[in-house]
């Protein structure tokens, strides 16, 4: 069972970098574009363009299988504990990799 948690944490750690070496680079954005005006007072500012959808929606089918793990009445033949933490980690991973440049 050791052997599949890893293979599923190796196999999560291979998606993202799949995702991350195929999304398009952002195009620069040139001086002559003009910029947006600021929100007016007591607006809500909306949300940043997200250019990784596929990374967005990773992280969130990963938060589903860790909600569901964290809420079964059985603990995996022993293996839940590390279930959770690789893919804690691997949702770390995936959040670095929305926050960067190229994502935003």
């Known amino acids: 069972m050791k052997r599949t948690i890893i293979t599923f944490a ?11 070496s195929t999304v398009p680079k952002a ?20 949300a940043p363009m997200n250019h990784c959808p596929n990374i967005h929606h990773a992280i969130e089918a990963l938060q589903k299988a860790m909600d569901d793990m964290s809420k079964a009445n059985h603990d995996y033949c022993g293996n839940k ?19 960067c440049d190229r994502c935003r």
Do not use: K, T
Not at 10 to 20: D, E, M, P, Q, W
């Open 10 to 20: 190796s196999g999560l750690a291979v998606l993202a970098f799949a995702i991350l």
């Open 27 to 46: 195009p620069l954005v040139s001086a002559a574009v003009p910029m947006a005006a600021a929100a007016p007072a007591g607006s809500a500012a909306p």
């Open 81 to 99: 504990r590390d279930a959770m933490e690789s893919a804690g980690h691997a949702l770390a991973a995936l959040r670095r990799a929305e926050a």
